[in-house]
């Protein structure tokens, strides 16, 4: 780990994420591994057809977001970049989008994971599922 607190960058949008410029965010000359992750909308959960989801933030999550990427950045060393999207999403969209570089690649994928996890559990943001036949489910409240 350096001396130095390494980058941490962070977003929430109603945009499409650009997960390239995640990516560009943690690239260095330094890295031989760079880990992006993305959490895609998916057509089913809990073996129900979902068509579409509206992700909500707190005011606040922003800067938690941001916090969360500081955090993890401090503790393992590495560059990290997330941002998150909000409003509807469709099947097949890109919720969040995660990248870690790292001299190695087990770094970066540890590292990588241990983000995406501390992002679910700390980042107040919250999804509303919308069901075949019209009904709807909030998850994560």
């Known amino acids: 780990m350096n001396d130095q607190i390494p ?4 977003t929430i949008t109603d945009a499409v994420i650009d997960e390239a410029a995640i990516r560009r965010a943690v690239e260095s000359p330094a890295s031989g591994a760079v880990v992006v992750f993305s959490g895609v909308v998916r057509n089913h959960d ?9 992700y909500q933030a707190h005011p606040e999550a922003e800067a938690l977001l941001a916090q969360c990427c500081a955090e ?3 503790e393992t060393g590495l560059a990290i970049a997330a941002a998150h999207r909000v409003g509807l999403l469709q099947i097949g969209d890109v919720a969040l989008s995660a ?8 770094e970066a994928f540890e590292a990588c994971e241990l983000l995406v996890e501390r992002i679910k559990q700390t ?7 919308q069901l075949a036949g019209g009904a709807t489910e909030w998850v994560g409240l």
Do not use: D, Y
């Open 7 to 10: 980058a941490s960058f962070a």
């Open 123 to 129: 980042v107040p943001i919250w999804k509303r599922q």
């Open 72 to 74: 993890v950045a401090a």
């Open 99 to 106: 990248a870690v570089s790292a001299a190695h690649r087990r």
């Open 46 to 54: 809990a073996g129900n057809e979902v068509w579409s989801l509206e």
